[in-house]
């Protein structure tokens, strides 16, 4: 089974995602902050990490320049609000983040991202 790990605040979106994520099969994992995402990146070997860019603590840029050093190939979706600064999702791609999720969005679309990025 594959591992999934989402870093959202946002109570509703992070339960909406992880409910249709376990009903595709993946093991998901959940974190509500930027501190306990870096957590799980550290502990879990996620074969996908979904984050939001703004999040308390560490912000989604953080999140990403660690998860690249601790693993460089592991494929990461940015979910963010179409307000938020175009930098912010340029610097994300720049750092290596494999697709961009503007909210809101389709829980169906989103999972089939998710499918297409584990199994590459």
Known sequence: MKNVLIIEDDKLISSLVQFKLKKEGYNVTMAEDGISGIDAINLLEADLIITDV???FKNGIEIINHARKVSPKVPIIVL?????????????FNLGVSDFVPKPFNPNELAVRVRRLINN
């Open 54 to 56: 703004m999040i308390p």
């Open 80 to 92: 963010s609000s179409l307000g938020e600064e175009e930098g912010t999702v340029m610097e994300a």
